[in-house]
């Protein structure tokens, strides 16, 4: 049964940096385009960074581009966010998810994977 599971949230400062991980279960995630995607409260899932099965290219929203960077260990089987000079708008339930397609997805519609999510707080 395939599985994903996020871990590395927590509370951090204004400015600090945390790294998330996405580990995959019962199959392969370097076949699988990985997103990350995160959801504030009494907001929508928003798409924050994805990376292809293809060729590894990557995508960013805007918000995070030059913040955030998503990498792969295939080795591990894991997908990983790093995430630097966190803001208090950062802050959010942060999933991973995982499609079939060798392409970019920036809506949940497309992903066929999800985790359970890890809680990211932003505050001083």
């Known amino acids: 049964q395939a599985q994903l599971a996020e871990s590395g949230g927590g509370l951090v400062q204004p400015g600090g940096s945390l790294r998330l991980s996405c580990a995959g279960s019962?199959?392969?995630?370097?076949?699988?385009?990985i997103g990350w995607f995160r959801q504030a409260p009494g907001k929508e899932r928003e798409v924050v960074a994805c990376i292809s099965s293809s060729d590894s290219s990557t995508y960013y929203a805007d918000s995070v581009k030059g913040r955030f960077t998503i990498s792969r260990d295939n080795a591990k089987n894991t997908v990983y966010l790093q995430m630097n000079s966190l803001k208090p708008e950062d802050t959010a339930v942060y999933y991973c998810a995982a499609r079939t397609r060798p392409v970019w997805g920036t809506s949940t519609f497309e992903y066929n994977y999800w985790g359970q999510g890890t809680q990211v707080t932003v505050s001083s």
């Open positions: 019962g199959f392969t995630l370097e076949y699988n385009t």
